[in-house]
């Protein structure tokens, strides 16, 4: 069977040529997230340095996963899925780099909160906005988990960087599982021939 472009209804869902190819993202994406929460539960006492080095790589990865998933869902360009989820992973990024140039724990609490909160509250957006995708029940959840750990991090700013990465990696870890079986069922997925 060959692979053509299929047309696009108003709310597409994954294109038959790229959605064979949607699982390696979200794996890469799982991946990333559970090292990052991995590394918290291992990381005996980290200073400030330690927890912005490692909130720095860990935003970084995870915008350009999100990017690297909003590709491979080939969004129209005026999709408000798009634009949301796109700003979101362009506010990780930036906050990656600020925190990891600042060190300073109390700027990588704030910080990060709000591009996790921001980047929870696009993910349930762009869920809202997908009733046919296949990804929409994993953005209601990792949304509500991304916004849930955003909205903590804050309160554990006096805690110290133990605490911030701590709650950090607690979020990241039930993410990571969440994106892991969703990369695996959408592996299982495309592997099914296209009459089952």
Same mark, same amino acid.
């Given at each position: 069977?060959?692979?053509?472009?299929?047309?696009?209804?108003?709310?597409?869902?994954?294109?038959?040529?790229?959605?064979?190819?949607?699982?390696?993202?979200?794996?890469?994406?799982?991946?990333?997230?559970?090292?990052?929460?991995?590394?918290?539960?291992?990381?005996?006492?980290?200073?400030?340095?330690?927890?912005?080095?490692?909130?720095?790589?860990?935003?970084?990865?995870?915008?350009?996963?999100?990017?690297?998933?909003?590709?491979?869902? =080939?969004?129209?360009?005026?999709?408000?899925?798009?634009?949301?989820?796109?700003?979101?992973?362009?506010?990780?990024?930036?906050?990656?780099?600020?925190?990891?140039?600042?060190?300073?724990?109390?700027?990588?609490?704030?910080?990060?909160?709000?591009?996790?909160?921001?980047?929870?509250?696009?993910?349930?957006?762009?869920?809202?906005?997908?009733?046919?995708?296949?990804?929409?029940?994993?953005?209601?959840?990792?949304?509500?988990?991304?916004?849930?750990?955003? =909205?903590?991090?804050?309160?554990?700013?006096?805690?110290?960087?133990?605490?911030?990465?701590? =709650?950090?990696?607690?979020?990241?870890?039930?993410?990571?599982?969440?994106?892991?079986?969703?990369?695996?069922?959408?592996?299982?997925?495309?592997?099914?021939?296209?009459?089952?």
């Amino acid at each position: 069977m060959s692979e053509t472009a299929v047309p696009q209804g108003a709310n597409p869902s994954l294109p038959s040529a790229h959605g064979n190819r949607i699982w390696q993202p979200v794996l890469f994406r799982s991946m990333a997230t559970l090292l990052f929460g991995i590394i918290t539960v291992f990381f005996g006492s980290p200073d400030t340095l330690g927890l912005c080095l490692n909130f720095g790589w860990y935003f970084l990865v995870l915008a350009a996963s999100h990017y690297w998933v909003v590709r491979r869902l =080939v969004l129209p360009r005026g999709d408000t899925r798009r634009l949301a989820l796109l700003g979101g992973a362009a506010l990780l990024a930036v906050a990656g780099v600020v925190i990891f140039i600042a060190i300073s724990a109390a700027l990588a609490a704030w910080l990060g909160a709000v591009a996790l909160a921001l980047m929870g509250a696009a993910e349930l957006f762009a869920a809202r906005a997908s009733d046919r995708s296949q990804l929409r029940s994993d953005w209601l959840i990792s949304g509500v988990l991304g916004l849930g750990t955003g =909205v903590l991090l804050p309160f554990f700013s006096g805690a110290g960087p133990h605490a911030l990465l701590g =709650v950090a990696g607690g979020g990241a870890l039930m993410s990571g599982a969440l994106w892991l079986l969703s990369s695996l069922t959408l592996r299982h997925d495309a592997r099914q021939p296209k009459g089952t």
